[in-house]
């Protein structure tokens, strides 16, 4: 998933009663048993804002005294149980549903004593249900049709599968879902692109993949093909702008598959989705989900597929074992993402990403309470959604980064590769790949890293003092006419400007001084016109700046922006400035005006932020 630029810390919770040892954030008892196939059925209803229909497990007995299967659940409706008998014949079975966490949600024990090999749930989803989002006409670019999407990951798949919802477990799914027969459905599996819209559409995902990652879309959706290999869904009125804008996809994938070994999931299509999608992409196998504010007519910001590719490889293919681990999923695919970038845009592009990032880190890391700085986290009975920030992306970004710089890239290279290759669809922990970098290039390099700095980066909180000082000869240049401009050298007007790209001025707005006075920012805006940016970058930057100094010019396109955007990396962030900065009022208007376009996880961290 890509959210980075804010750490999102408001869903903290209580204690939780999941029992597994080995994830905490599972009722799941993997050792028991689990589940090998997942068959859905299920009925699309846009009127009641429901999921309706069957899951059926094909299960793996482990322990011949298990009598139960423990799945997760959240907000569902369970309306039966059946198992499957030896003669084929279905039989009613018990369960017993738990006490609900509003995070974990509740357990599902069913009694299964004669352990058969396939159970179906009849069930339910909620209205509220935390992983979808059900988006009314009104709320797509074409204004006609309803719009339905999924998003698991970390633990919101519970709350339309009944299912062991832990990425340290794998299974292949197939699916047949029933939607009003104008629209079509598509699901992180074999898509049939151009098939015939009738309401009826078969799915199967053969790699063993974690539940986070079974995810549908259904809307108004047309496809059109960018090669071979690639392809786009969206909205008729979406479709030739994403198609331009993200016509480099295969070479992508042919340089990462230089880089990396073999892309393993057969085609890699992109369904882009409504702006109210609350995250930038979601790596979705098969078919990433993307976020329509990278759109920016110029190809500037689409290191965000370069990073759901790059999941193709750290987080699909290579999974972390629990949430705890999760720098190994993010972390790897901010650095990937990097590579993948310079090698379609040239090393100066890749530079100056790479340079905002460690930026970010370095700036965010200050406010992060110390014990939440290590790579390795603690995430005991605390929501997942939590551990998504700097820490995962940017300080796992920058140790890859440290390890190329020790390594070299040739040895860092083959390394990965190997790395990627040695555990495919397996999943990974800390402690595991701690090891296996002691032996693949601690102990075969001696010299280069010590095993004290391997486990400072690790486990030590804070950034290391060997992290890398990273700079982009392009933002030197930017930060001259800055200091310039500071200094009063040059006035605004005199601003040597011509031909940055949208790196080097978000560099600009971010690396504007503490100091930044109102009249300043009249000038600024009067000659650029930042309030009025359609790139949904610049524009985040730019009102971060200008709500603290209280510009109120910007206020009614600061509202127009958080009404139609749902993403919670620029939203979250600038609703806490309105907040902290005397501009509550403003604030719980747009909110007001806002809320019911987001998407349940967006309301439920912003009901907390703005405490309503
Ligand atoms: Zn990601």
Redesign the pocket.
């Known amino acids: ?2 959210i980075i630029f804010t750490l999102i810390t408001f869903l903290m919770v209580g204690t939780s009663n999941a029992t597994n040892s080995r994830d905490p954030h599972s009722f799941a008892v993997l050792d028991q048993v689990s589940t090998q196939h997942l068959y859905l059925d299920l009925s699309v209803d846009f009127q009641k804002k429901t999921l309706a229909g069957f899951a059926e497990h094909r299960l793996v007995w482990h322990n011949p005294k298990a009598q139960s299967l423990i799945l997760d659940t959240k907000q569902l409706s369970i309306k039966k149980i059946l198992y499957q008998g030896q003669n084929k014949s279905w039989y009613r079975t018990t369960y017993h549903l738990g006490a609900s966490d509003p995070v974990f949600g509740q357990k599902l024990t069913i009694s299964l004593p004669k352990q058969p090999e396939r159970v179906r749930i009849y069930y339910q989803t909620s209205p509220e249900a935390t992983g979808l989002q059900w988006l009314t006409p009104a709320q797509t670019a074409g204004k006609k049709y309803p719009f339905l999407f999924s998003q698991s990951q970390a633990i919101h798949g519970r709350s339309w599968i009944p299912i062991q919802d832990t990425p340290g477990m794998r299974l292949t799914y197939t699916a047949r879902i029933h939607t009003p027969a104008d629209l079509r459905a598509v699901m992180s599996a074999d898509n049939t692109q151009n098939a015939e819209k009738d309401g009826d559409y078969m799915f199967h995902m053969p790699q063993p993949i974690p539940p986070y990652l079974i995810a549908i879309g259904v809307g108004n959706l047309h496809f059109k093909a960018m090669s071979q290999q690639t392809g786009i869904y969206a909205e008729k009125e979406t479709l030739a702008a994403a198609v331009a804008e993200f016509s480099d996809t295969q070479i992508m994938i042919d340089e990462a598959e230089t880089l990396y070994g073999p892309y393993a999931w057969g085609r890699y299509d992109l369904l882009i989705l409504p702006p109210s999608f609350p995250f930038g992409g979601m ?1 979705n196998p098969r078919l990433s989900f993307i976020t329509p504010t990278v759109i920016a007519g110029d190809k500037s910001l689409v290191n965000l597929i370069a ?1 759901e590719l790059a ?1 193709s490889w750290s987080g699909n293919l290579v999974t972390n074992a629990t949430w705890a681990d999760l720098w190994l999923n ?1 972390g790897f ?1 901010s650095y990937v993402e990097n590579r993948i970038m310079e090698a379609v845009f040239g090393p100066a592009r890749a530079q100056m990403e790479l340079a905002l990032v460690s930026d970010w880190v370095r700036k965010s890391i200050q406010d992060i309470p110390l014990e939440k700085t290590s790579l390795k986290v603690n995430t005991q009975n605390k929501d997942p959604d939590d551990s998504f920030g700097a820490i995962p992306y940017g300080k796992g970004q920058l140790f890859l980064t440290y390890l190329e710089q020790q390594f070299g890239r040739k040895t860092f290279d083959i390394f990965l590769k190997n790395y990627f290759q040695t555990y495919q669809f397996q999943t990974m922990t800390s402690e595991h790949f701690t090891q296996y970098i002691q032996t693949q290039l601690l102990d075969k390099y001696p010299g280069r890293m010590t095993e004290k700095e391997l486990h400072e980066w690790v486990y030590g909180q804070g950034l290391p003092e060997t992290t890398p000082d990273v700079t982009s000869p392009a933002f030197t240049k930017v930060q001259e006419q800055i200091d310039h401009w500071v200094a009063q050298k040059i006035t605004t007007s005199q601003i040597k400007s011509n031909h940055w790209s949208v790196h080097e001025w978000l560099y600009f707005i971010e690396n504007l001084p503490e100091t930044l006075t109102l009249e300043q920012v009249k000038q600024l805006d009067n000659r650029y016109q930042f309030t009025t940016t359609q790139n949904a970058e610049i524009a985040w930057a730019w009102f971060s700046r200008t709500i603290p100094l209280q510009y109120t010019q910007a206020n009614t396109s600061l509202a127009t922006y958080m009404q139609r955007i749902g993403r919670m990396r620029f939203i979250v962030p600038l609703y806490k400035l309105l907040n902290q900065y005397g501009q509550r009022e403003l604030a719980l208007e747009i909110y007001r005006k806002s809320r019911l376009g987001y998407h349940p996880i967006a309301q439920h961290g912003l009901d907390r932020v703005l405490k309503i």
């Open positions: 998933m890509r790596e990073h999941h993010e695919t």
